[in-house]
């Protein structure tokens, strides 16, 4: 079985401050990951994907993760907060399951950004 | 492109009443998935569809929810009879296939009194 833990259901940061979310995996097989983010009463929209090749990924609005095996973690990361950088983030893993495939999310991050 | 539709945005009803949701996902994608998401937590699938074939709903409660796929293009979403837990945001979802990115509708905020 799949599952995602993200580390901090609430981060809080200054404007202008390095913004790092924490995400951990379980996975049987080489997994897929996935960073969405969700502003209030709208829906999940994806920031960033891991597929395969390159571990380090870039995604919209100058967020970035890194897949790290080792360490069963795809962080996510960007260098300098906006005050529209502010939602609920959340990571996601996919794997195939036998014949089926599965997109589980973590219970995500609530992300503050101060004036 | 236009994204994933869904209807209602809102609704509220009481306890042991139904009320059905609609999804039209974005076209051509295969995939078309529905999850419950409760506030404060993160989206818990429900029910899984592959063309119009169910391909995962374990985490379905089969006595009360019910969905469907018709053509392998919409979807409607079932409770009958609505309980108080059922109070969340259904938020539906589509993508080509597998591996591939999940597309989010705007979701249907449902709350139960």
């Known amino acids: 079985a799949q599952s995602v833990t993200q580390l901090g259901s609430h981060v809080s940061v200054s404007e202008g401050a390095l913004v790092l979310l924490r995400c951990n995996y379980s996975?049987?097989?080489?997994?897929?990951l996935f960073w969405y983010v969700q502003y209030p009463n709208q829906g999940l929209q994806l920031l960033l994907k891991?597929?395969?090749?390159?571990?380090l990924v870039k995604g919209i609005n100058g967020f970035e993760a890194e897949f790290k095996k080792s360490e069963t973690s795809f962080h996510l990361t960007k260098p300098s907060a906006h005050m529209s950088d502010a939602a609920e983030y959340f990571c996601?893993?996919?794997?195939?399951?036998?014949?089926?495939?599965?997109?589980?999310f973590g219970k995500g991050t609530l992300l503050t950004v101060n004036p | 492109e236009a994204g994933v539709a869904q209807s209602p945005r809102y609704k509220i009803i009481e306890k042991r009443q139904s009320v059905a949701f609609w999804c039209n996902p974005i076209s051509g994608h295969a995939t078309l998935y529905w999850y419950q998401q409760i506030l404060g937590q993160g989206p818990k699938l429900l029910i899984q569809?592959?063309?119009?074939?169910?391909?995962?709903d374990s985490q379905l409660p089969k006595d009360r929810f019910s969905a469907e796929r018709l053509k392998g293009v919409d979807s409607t979403l079932k409770i009958q009879p609505a309980k108080l837990e059922d109070s969340a945001v259904y938020l539906c979802a589509s993508s080509l296939g597998r591996y591939t990115e999940a597309f989010f509708g705007q979701g249907t905020r449902l709350t139960v009194v």
């Open positions: 996601a893993v996919s794997s195939s399951g036998g014949s089926n495939y599965k997109l589980t």
């Open positions: 996975s049987s097989v080489p997994p897929y």
């Open positions: 891991y597929t395969t090749g390159a571990t």
């Open positions: 569809f592959q063309n119009n074939g169910v391909v995962d």
